[in-house]
């Protein structure tokens, strides 16, 4: 994968890795992964935060990291769906655009 894959490549390759790693999990079974892995997220921000300082034997885990777990979870779920990533953030920026544009102004 090139540092400039598409998101449509990005769920392609995705999609290849988890079809020869033994399918996608049921849906709920995905939607908990999403969930876990926005916990491990939220764990990371609060300590570099300050909020919620780990113990001495916690590993500092890299947010880059976490970011991507949680991106790679969502896209299993699209996949599973059949969801184009790429068309539904563009309907999504177009919402925001007519919705938000003056709202932060």
């Not at 049921?26 to 997220?41: F, K, N, Q």
């Not at 947010?63 to 790429?86: M, Q, R």
Request: some cysteine; overall charge negative; glycine content about 4%.
């Amino acid at each position: 994968m090139s540092e400039k894959s598409s998101l449509h490549e990005i769920q392609r390759i995705v999609d290849e890795w988890i079809n020869n790693h033994g399918g996608y999990w049921p849906p709920l079974a995905m939607l908990s992964a999403v969930i876990e892995e926005i916990g491990e997220l939220a764990r990371e921000i609060n300590h570099l935060e300050g909020y919620k300082p780990k113990k001495t034997n916690e590993p500092i885990l890299n947010l880059g990291e976490e970011l991507a777990d949680l991106i790679f979870a969502l896209i299993c779920l699209a996949n599973y769906y059949k969801i184009d990533l790429t068309k539904e953030i563009k309907k999504v920026l177009e919402k925001y655009e007519n919705r938000d544009s003056k709202r932060f102004c």
